[in-house]
């Protein structure tokens, strides 16, 4: 299908007069009216140039409106659909709404009305584009770049995760809580030849102690009080594919004897048979903390350790790659804007800064809950005020530059990191002063600062830097 620069507004009514002004109502907005006399003929249309918003009376003869907009979602199935039908016979048009109609228009109608809603309706059109080719870029290529950010960190962790994924190694994922543990453990699966089996993870700290076995193994019928059914367990449903044990150290000692035996032996025995079968799954286990921690407090096996650990991805936490703060806040408030059906479009400068010097103690999932709200909250541009965190507040959720408790930067970060934040704070700063002084002309700035116009480019969308 062919999409032009112009928004294609696809009016499909049985009454020549409603088109045509409809149409002329269209071109003064400088969009491009297709129109369609009857249901075949918008259906036909759609195939020959794909339209960004749909004008559609209920009321035609032969196909009515309810019928066109069936087949159009088969067709186009994100397609905004404005109905346009009498004052009286809203009620139908409500029902299309509930069939998922964008909007309504009800006839006669002012002028202003139509173009308000049309305009909403191509940003709506405009928002589920944008996400739609996010998800089909994660899909086709699990890029990490796209789902976690561009700094040097996610790049680091994007060479292991190519290195390791061809293999079946046992990976150990260890990462603070909603640092992207499980997101790693997805790409692993999707670049591996498993990639067509299952992915299944199982948050071993969710499930009680006396249940462990039963979920990971399966249980025949009658093992146990309440086992009124055989259950396949985790391994099964994993069988040609992956499996993740999130928050491995939860295991109990006597569930993780069990799971050294079947890495080693590839059989899996369910609770109360008598009968094994093999497994042929790739494991993958993530945790928040250091696994040599609880095997020095005897609280996990040495010997399932060290099978565990072929080989090691350590996620840094938020605060440890800040460059990647402005795509990931970006992107969260576009698929927002999607969930929302609004139009927020840019953060202020100081709502950036904020942003950046913040620690993150929930790291990756407390910043989307914290872009999630500010998108309800306004309604065009993300102020300070519209951000639910406060450093000052807690001395334990300060910057790192700040001293926390009376201590110094370098008892609570290495040398390396100090520097590290305090390079990046400063090249942030010599930039978006530049760039002020060029009137937001980022050539000129470039040459200003001795580089290549595609480093400066670079820079100032990972500096989440804005430009006049």
């Known amino acids: 299908m062919i999409r032009h620069g112009s928004k294609q507004i696809l009016i499909v009514d049985d009454e020549t007069d409603m088109c045509d002004l409809l149409g002329h109502l269209m071109e003064q907005e400088g969009w491009t009216p297709l129109i369609a006399n009857t249901g075949k003929a918008a259906l036909e249309r759609m195939q020959e140039k794909e339209p960004d918003v749909m004008l559609l009376d209920m009321k035609m003869p032969g196909m009515d409106g309810m019928e066109v907009m069936q087949r159009t979602r088969e067709i186009l199935p994100d397609l905004p659909i404005v109905i346009v039908t009498a004052y009286a016979e809203v009620k ?59 700094s040097d960190a996610v790049n680091r962790i994007i060479s292991k995760v190519n290195r390791v994924a ?46 462990i076995e039963s979920e990971l193994f399966g249980h025949e019928k009658g093992s146990f009080t309440g086992a009124v059914r055989q259950r396949k367990g985790k391994f099964e449903a994993a069988v ?65 350790f060290y099978r ?25 408030m576009e698929t927002t804007n999607i969930e929302l059906g609004k139009r927020v479009f840019r953060f202020s400068e100081n709502a950036m800064d904020q942003l950046m010097a913040f620690d993150w103690p929930g790291n990756v999932r407390q910043l989307r809950a914290v872009i999630r709200q500010a998108v309800l909250m306004t309604d065009e541009v993300i102020m300070v005020k519209h ?56 050539a ?13 480019h670079t820079k100032v969308k990972r500096l989440g830097i804005m430009t006049v």
């Not at 069939?99 to 009800?106: M, R, T, V, W």
């Not at 150290?249 to 590839?266: C, F």
Request: overall charge positive; some cysteine; glycine content about 8%.
């Open 92 to 150: 139908g048009a409500i029902e299309a709404m509930k069939s998922g109609a964008h909007d309504y228009i009800g006839k006669p109608f002012e002028h202003h009305e139509v173009i308000r809603v049309v305009h909403r309706a191509v940003k709506e059109g405009e928002l589920k584009r944008k996400l739609k080719n996010l998800s089909d870029q994660a899909e086709e290529t699990f890029s990490l770049e796209k789902m976690m950010g561009p």
């Open 166 to 211: 061809g293999s079946d190694f046992t990976v150990i994922i260890s990462g603070e809580t909603g640092s992207g543990k499980e997101l790693v453990a997805r790409a692993v699966h999707h670049l591996s030849r498993r990639s067509k089996g299952a992915f299944v993870a199982v948050d071993c700290g969710a499930i009680p102690e006396t249940l």
């Open 240 to 304: 040609n594919g992956t499996l993740l044990l999130d928050e491995i150290s939860n295991m109990t000692l006597g569930a993780q004897a069990k799971l050294l035996r079947v890495l080693q032996e590839r059989v899996v025995f369910r609770v109360g048979g008598s009968e094994s079968f093999d497994v042929d799954v790739r494991v993958l286990v993530s945790c928040n903390q250091n696994l040599e921690e609880p095997v020095r407090d005897g609280a996990f096996r040495r010997d399932l």
């Open 308 to 332: 565990l650990n072929d080989f090691t991805i350590r996620i840094p936490p938020l605060r440890e790659r800040k460059e990647d703060i402005p795509f990931l806040a970006n992107r969260f």
């Open 387 to 442: 951000l639910n965190i406060d450093p000052a507040a807690d001395p334990g959720l300060a910057t790192p530059s700040a001293a926390r408790a009376g201590s110094a930067p370098w008892e609570q970060m290495s040398l390396k990191e100090i520097v590290r934040q305090n390079t990046l704070k400063l090249e942030r700063e010599v930039i978006r002063n530049v760039l002020k002084q060029t009137g937001g002309n980022k």
């Open 444 to 456: 000129k700035a470039a040459r200003l600062l001795q580089i290549d116009y595609k480093t400066m």
